[in-house]
């Protein structure tokens, strides 16, 4: 989703190959050869090959959008980076119980009091996020950066899965501002599965 999101927020030609899931592929030496965790994405950019899709997203924004979606000010960079980093540290945990166990977990098989658990994490997670925006409009400042990329889908697919949640004023603010962008709607605002 999010080297997507980054690719047609900046107009960028590509090719998507779909591999992983549904598709297969990703257990076949050609693409191991690629990517040797199997796993999705991976970049191929003129002979250059790069899996991680923070990486990829920090990559596509340094080439194509210096001064724009990567901050040339070293604060403002850090500042989009930091959260960029804590969305592997600190989303991905509170976030994956709660995604397996209501989207990919057969009904019958679910943990609820696991799911719930998780919910009940989230609700602190997304608070600190909630804290942070007050007073900006998205994660680095003023302006869209790729800080906000990594936390995009995150934050729909925790708005289309906790339906009982704390009021996080700032949080669903800029999340509004986010499901204003074509790009975000297009690659992050599909059925989860």
């Known amino acids: 989703m999010k080297p997507l999101w980054v690719a047609d927020e900046l107009g960028l030609e590509y090719e998507q190959v779909d591999i992983g899931g549904a598709f297969g592929g990703n257990d076949q030496p050609e693409y191991l050869a690629k990517n040797p965790n199997g796993l999705v994405p991976t970049l191929e950019d003129d002979g250059f ?25 070293l604060q403002e960079r850090a ?70 990329i990594p936390l995009g889908p995150q934050i729909h697919r925790w708005m289309m899965l906790v339906e009982d949640r704390p009021s996080l004023p700032h949080l669903e603010a800029w999340y509004t501002r986010l499901t204003e962008r074509p790009a975000f709607r297009k690659h992050c605002m599909i059925p989860l599965q």
Not at 49 to 70: D, P
Not at 91 to 98: F, K, L, R, S
């Open 49 to 73: 090959v790069l899996w991680e899709s923070n990486s990829i997203t920090r990559y596509l924004c340094a080439k194509y959008a210096l001064g724009v979606l990567y901050p040339e000010d």
């Open 79 to 148: 500042e989009a980076e930091k959260w960029m980093d804590w969305k592997l540290t600190t989303v991905i945990p509170a976030m994956t119980p709660i995604f397996w166990g209501l989207v990919r977990t057969p009904e019958g098989k679910r943990d609820y009091g696991a799911i719930q658990a998780a919910i009940e994490r989230s609700f602190r997670v997304w608070g600190i996020l909630d804290a942070h925006l007050a007073g900006r409009r998205y994660v680095a400042g003023e302006r869209f950066t790729m800080g906000d």
